[in-house]
């Protein structure tokens, strides 16, 4: 961590959790986290849809200052886009993040940079953060593309953004041959990727943007990798899969800094 930026730590359930596990998970984290946790870390869940109401009920009764996140929207305000929700649902339910661009989406659901691209801006329009996601496959990594394919993942999905809303939004590094896997990527290999796309906004947007754009890396982060990831200079934060199911494990993950 450098300069202002405050450490994101945020939990993707994916598929997971019907409503009433979801009630139960976050008062379970809200019980094991504290002041000092809130005073030093951002941290945010993203549950299905269906259990959105519920969750935000439950943070915003029992005060807990977990931020409420989506893991994907549509880019359209409205109209005939059967089974899709809209930004500014999400924004009336006091959602603040939305990951766009998921590994998931772009493979299972044929998201291309352009669709990306199309709904940062609508996260952004509707007052919402965007986390978008960029990574490279086992292949192109082996085939020495990772810089050249995530460059071209964060140019493509931020074109056209004016820099202070690049200055405000969050990447997502997840290498994807890392993500569900147990295989993390080294501290210093996932440093390398987050220094290069801090370059590439710093290239488009300017000194401004590239200081404060916050760059979490993402892939099978556990309770035992987190410290050393959260270290490195140009890693913000992590987007936690598998690990922030079980709060206990997410809770650990986000007092990675009392380890060492
Ligand atoms: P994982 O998932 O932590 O289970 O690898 C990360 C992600 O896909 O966001």
């Given at each position: 961590m450098t300069g202002e930026r405050r450490p994101l730590i945020s939990g993707n359930w994916k598929m997971n959790h019907n409503h009433f596990e979801a009630i139960q998970a976050v008062q379970k984290l809200s019980y094991l986290l504290s002041a000092n946790d809130y005073d030093a870390v951002d941290v945010s869940v993203h549950p299905p849809f269906t259990d959105m109401r519920s969750v935000q009920t439950v943070l915003q009764s029992d005060e807990i200052p977990v931020a409420l996140g989506a893991q994907d929207c549509h880019w359209e305000a409205a109209g005939a886009f059967t089974g899709e929700v809209a930004p500014a649902m999400l924004a009336k339910l006091d959602v603040s993040l939305v990951i766009v661009g998921h590994s998931e989406r772009r493979q299972?659901?044929?998201?291309?940079d352009e669709v990306v691209n199309k709904k940062v801006k609508a996260v952004l329009a509707a007052g919402m953060t965007p986390i978008m996601c960029c990574g490279e496959t086992l292949e192109e990594r082996e085939a020495g593309t990772t810089e050249a394919r995530v460059a071209g993942q964060v140019r493509a999905g931020l074109a056209g953004v004016p820099p202070e809303q690049v200055a405000s939004l969050v990447v997502a590094y997840e290498p994807i041959w890392a993500i569900g896997t147990g295989r993390v990527a080294t501290p210093e290999d996932a440093q390398a990727v987050c220094l290069g796309i801090r370059q590439v906004v710093r290239d488009d947007s300017g000194n401004a943007a590239a200081d404060s754009v916050r760059i979490q890396y993402g892939g099978s982060v556990k309770p035992v990798s987190a410290p050393d990831l959260m270290r490195q200079p140009d890693i913000d934060g992590a987007l936690v899969g598998?690990?922030?199911?079980?709060p206990e494990e997410f809770a650990r993950i986000i007092a990675y800094r009392l380890v060492g």
């Open positions: 299972l659901f044929g998201e291309t598998g690990a922030s199911l079980d």
